[in-house]
């Protein structure tokens, strides 16, 4: 039998996660798989859990003149269903998984999973997302691409919750989206690609480019960015130099979903059409 929280608060969570080792659980749906046993056995919870999806302050969408806000426990179903949100996060969350699982799963369980192949990890990090991260004792906020360090590793310390994605409000009028994977619904990617820019009467702004599932986290790189943008207000875009750029970035695996080879030459097709689409 497993002690169970139910905290009501964000405060008595956290006070709880600071006397007590527990499992922190949002919507279960990594933690349930994580913790299975055998077929028919109940899954095994080493501690102590604190459920923290029906927390208020967790569960919020908000939008002031520069940032949306949105809680970590919302879920998947609910960012869908927000007219807070914009149009096109929508584009990739409803490409994870199947309805019932976006009706339990939340945006912060994926972040705090931190798989490489966690799909709303790209976006995130093309929109340059922080966390707000609290515990009992200190309020901090970190970009998305110092919080993740690794495969399913993250700087996130006991008694610590990730209690909101806080994101700059922005202006792409031209979105590229692909998740690539062996059907259509609840599969996990064998690569993502996202390709945000915003252009006006042939001028680009801004560019930003987010591989998932090629790396050890996902690959995002502010220089190429910037190089791509100088190559397009000099009318010298060299297709195949960015792709080379990105190329050395890119170090995919052979794994159960896909081959190496084969995600990197997707991940290299998807590029060379975002780029030529902007042309
Ligand atoms: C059938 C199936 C299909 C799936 N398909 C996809 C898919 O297509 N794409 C995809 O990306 N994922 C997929 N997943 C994985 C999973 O659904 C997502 O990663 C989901 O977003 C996890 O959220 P959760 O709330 O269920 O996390 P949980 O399982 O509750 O938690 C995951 C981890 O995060 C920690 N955690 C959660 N919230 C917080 C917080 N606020 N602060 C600190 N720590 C926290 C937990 O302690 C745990 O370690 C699938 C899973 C299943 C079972």
Known sequence: MVEVYKPQSLKEALELLEFNDCTVF??????????KQWTGLEPCFDKPVVLISEIDELTEIKRDENYLYIGAACTFSQLIESSLIPEFYKCVFVEMASPSIRNMATIGGNIC???????????????DANLLI???CRNFEVPIEDFIIGPGRNILKSGELVTKVKILNSNFNIIKYRKVGARKSTVLSKLSFI???DMEDKRLHDIRLAFGAVAPTVVRNREIEAEILNMYSMGLVDVQEITGYYSILIRPIDDQRSTAKYRKSSCKRLLEDFIKSLL
Request: overall charge neutral.
């Open 113 to 127: 999973n931190s798989s490489p192949a966690g799909d709303c990890l790209p976006l995130l990090y093309a929109l």
């Open 134 to 136: 609290q515990s009992s």
């Open 26 to 35: 949002a919507g279960g749906t990594d933690l349930m798989v994580k913790k």
């Open 195 to 197: 390709g945000l820019a």
